[in-house]
């Protein structure tokens, strides 16, 4: 099995330099990174896929191994390992914080830093939780995504990028990013959003950033709160972006406060 | 010559246009929050203009599931792109009901690359919802009886694949199968191996043309042929020529290829034909591989130019190993024939010490341990031949022979290092065979001999009993029929074969140590 091709891994910058990998989350690719990738040049820069999303190899993709989060975590550690990484710097978007802090577990010997962008233990509100999401509101985008033909089937890839008409189109864009499978797409909605990380929190043994934005509807202030209440030691920084994706909405802000953890540490 | 036009069209305002558009308008901030907003939007929501303008965002109005695919797919696609179309949501009117909707969006920058607004046109999308629910529910149906069919092909083929291997003292079988994995439907490769007479048996690996439900149900008609030619003793030639004029009216197993094998246990002897197939690997005792390019035809009624088949022969040395295999196991799209063949007579040798009882499927998985997609069904069958059995008696049917054979039988097993349950199963059930053949096969008038072979390996004790005489009554006598019951309690496989006097073969599974010869 070739890791590196299984997860599209790229590697840019200089290869003397620390390395930064950075990990998208779920409903797009390695693509997520690349307004905040230029200002990090002087470092070693790690991207990949997960299994499933943009360019990794569809048929490495194993319903058993991918049934929790563990099994992503696995791969990152695979993916850190076949390149001979260390002291790496892990940079997890979304639900890749999660898989970041289980790899940081998993293989404590390989990850120095970890930055939380919008991190989530869990999306389902509980009994003195807030996790943004009631069961009811999880339970029916699962129902969605098993059942709503029109937004998220195999009609997907057309119906969210292009034409039905002009399906070329459609395979052109879904071809360039964030082109997903959609039984895998299903599956990995399924894992994220039902999963609970909570308790993983407090094995976080190394120096960790979390970037909370305003306004993110899919993790909310409150949860960014209490992910930096149970890593012992971590940073809490607040950007001005709003909604669930500063790497995109915000790169320069982004990029800064990574930046600012790198420095000081 | 002018356009005829309406003065009530000419004099909609722009504003009109806009408010009252067939489609819900949305202007929003860079940040999603809601700058401008028209009537029917408005009307389709249920909202005032001043609980959504500056106070809510586009993403606010969506489900729990729309909100995370917004901030998932739409707003990132929003980003790399600069637009969005017809991505499918749906909205949450003031009321909480909701509708379905599909969006399209275009971001706008300044000049300098600024993002400045985030344009929206929102259709109803409920007819177009229920449209597709439709197809979708014809879908899962059309699935599921795609599914239902593939189930149907998957046990017809299994169920034509043997049972039971032929169980001899001088010989050791082992297969694996398994249905390829990508596509949906099941390939017609089949095996086959079954006793000629007490002294030969016929191994045979085929491949049916043609994928499902055809393909299968072909196999099965070749497979029956096969074992029915093969016992009119024509030999491998001749069963392949007498192949090509049954499949001369059934299309659908026309241009199979199967290789078949005769083996006789005697001596070693093979007689074997290919009709299009990849050779059979023979590795003989000091695990070298062997190739058998001889008795080569083409693919069944495909005989243009000649009638006649050929076939060669082989010896096979006692503790030889024979494999028949279809061409799921060496065909690669990206490598030669005969670099696959090769790595496969690789695999056979090296694991030519492994158990029998795992040596196909070990096998397999190496030669196909590079490969990471088998999508053709693969199928190998391997034949251990040992020629001499460690124990072999003839005696005259006669009661009184029997405790010497017993003494015999005994002094043997304990020198194979067969000991406790296993020492008492195999002594119990080889006399009870041999006390059948005595008290029922021959009349009391004609004096007849009952052989004895058994053979042990490190897994399992074989034995095989064998006599000529007549079945008196077309029902086994009450004691005879208790005798095998006995048998069958205390061995883990037994077949009777009445083809030509007698043959009564067991095998059982060492177990090891003490304990009762049942357990």
């Known amino acids: 099995m070739d890791v590196l091709r299984r997860n599209n891994v790229h590697v840019q910058g200089r290869s003397d330099g620390p390395t930064l990998m950075f990990a998208h989350g779920f409903g797009c690719d390695q693509n997520m990174w690349r307004l905040v990738t230029p200002a990090f040049q002087d470092h070693r820069i790690v991207l990949f896929d997960h299994v499933g999303a ?24 695979e993916i850190a390992r076949s390149l001979e990484l260390s002291d790496v710097t892990f940079v997890g978007h979304s639900v890749s914080s999660m898989i970041g802090v289980l790899a940081a577990e998993t293989a404590p010997e390989l990850f120095a830093q970890l930055v939380l962008v919008g991190p989530s233990p869990r999306y389902i509100d509980e009994e003195g939780y807030v996790g943004g ?130 420095d000081r540490s | 010559m002018t356009v ?58 969506l489900s729990g599931g729309g909100r995370i695919y917004h901030e998932t797919h739409y707003l990132p696609l929003l980003r790399m792109q600069g637009e969005v179309r017809a991505i499918a949501v749906d909205l949450v009117a003031a009321d909480g009901s909701t509708m379905p909707v599909l969006v399209n969006s275009r971001l706008h920058r300044d000049a300098q690359g600024r993002e400045v607004a985030i344009r929206t046109t929102v259709f109803d999308a409920r007819d177009r919802k229920a449209y597709e629910t439709e197809l979708l529910a014809a879908r899962r149906r059309a699935d599921r009886l795609a599914g239902e069919q593939r189930q149907v092909a998957v046990t017809l083929q299994t169920s034509m694949l043997p049972a039971t291997l032929p169980s001899d003292p001088r ?80 299309p659908a197993a ?15 002897g093979v007689r074997y034909a290919c009709a299009g197939h990849p050779p059979p690997v023979v590795i003989d ?32 040395a006692p503790g030889s190993r024979l494999a028949l295999y279809t061409d799921g196991l060496v065909e690669r799209r990206d490598q030669p024939l005969d670099d696959r063949i090769e790595g496969l007579a690789d695999a056979l040798a090296t694991l030519v010490r492994r158990p029998m009882a ?83 096969a021959y009349p009391a008038e004609r004096l007849g001999v009952v052989e004895v072979l058994a053979g042990v390996t490190p897994d399992e004790v074989q034995v095989r009993v064998r006599d000529w005489g007549e079945w008196r009554t077309a029902r086994p006598p009450e004691d005879r029929g208790r005798g095998l019951a006995m048998i069958r309690s ?17 095998r059982r599974t060492l177990r090891g140590g003490g304990g009762s010869p049942e357990s």
């Open chain 2, 171 to 250: 010989l050791q079988l082992s297969a694996y199968y398994r249905p390829g994995v990508e596509g949906l439907e099941v390939g017609g490769d089949w095996y086959d191996a079954f006793p000629l007479d007490g002294d030969r048996v016929a191994v045979v690996v085929g491949d049916v043309v043609g994928r499902g439900l055809a393909a299968a149900a072909a196999m099965g008609q070749l497979r029956s042929a096969v074992r029915a030619l093969a016992t009119t003793d024509a030999g491998p030639a001749a069963l392949l020529e007498h192949l090509d004029r049954f499949v001369d009216g059934f």
């Open chain 2, 490 to 506: 205390v061995m883990d496989e037994v077949s009777v074969d009445r083809s030509a006097g007698t043959v009564l073969s067991m």
């Open chain 1, 133 to 262: 999401f009631t069961r009811a509101d999880i339970d029916g985008l699962l129902e969605s995504l098993d059942s709503n033909y029109l937004g998220w089937s195999s009609a997907m890839a057309p119906v969210i990028v292009g034409n039905p008409d002009r399906p070329q189109l459609g395979e052109e864009l879904t071809n360039s990013f964030c082109r997903t499978d959609p039984e895998i797409a299903r599956h990995f909605a399924r894992v994220t959003f039902t999963s609970d990380n909570r308790a993983d929190l407090a094995g976080v043994r190394i120096p960790t950033l979390v970037l909370q934005c305003s306004q993110d509807v899919i993790a909310p202030e409150v949860v960014g709160d209490y992910v930096h209440d149970k890593v012992s030691g971590s940073t809490l920084v607040r950007l001005a972006a709003t909604g669930h994706c500063p790497n995109l909405s915000a790169p320069e802000e982004t990029a800064a406060a990574v930046r600012a953890f790198l």
């Open chain 2, 358 to 440: 795992r040596y196909a499927e070990d096998v397999t998985e190496q030669a196909l341990a590079d490969v990471d997609v088998v999508d053709d069904d693969v199928c190998l069958l391997t034949l251990a031949y040992r020629q001499h059995p460690t124990f072999a008696r003839e005696l005259p049917a006669e009661p009184r022979r029997l405790t010497d054979l017993r003494r015999d039988l005994d002094t043997w097993l304990h020198a194979e290092g067969v000991v406790g349950a296993d020492h008492e199963a195999v002594v119990l059930a080889c006399s009870e065979a041999v006390n059948n053949a005595v008290e029922y």
């Open chain 2, 4 to 61: 005829p036009h309406d003065p009530a069209l000419v004099e909609d305002s722009a504003e009109e246009l806009y408010e009252d558009a067939p489609c819900g308008y949305l202007s929003c901030y860079p940040d999603g929050r809601i700058a401008r907003v028209n009537r029917t939007f408005l009307a389709w929501t249920g909202y005032d203009r001043g609980a959504l303008v500056g106070a809510k965002r586009f993403v606010d109005l």
């Open chain 2, 285 to 316: 005792p000091d695990g070298r591989p062997t190739l058998l390019w001889g008795g080569r035809s083409a693919p069944l009624g495909a005989q243009i130019l000649t009638t006649t088949r050929d076939e060669a022969t082989v010896d096979l």
């Open chain 1, 54 to 77: 943009g360019g990794s190899d569809l048929t490495a993709w194993d319903p058993q191994r991918y049934a929790s989060l563990q099994g992503y975590a696995d791969d990152v550690v």
């Open chain 2, 254 to 268: 026309q241009t199979a290829t199967l290789a078949y094998a005769e083996l006789d246990l005697r001596d070693g």
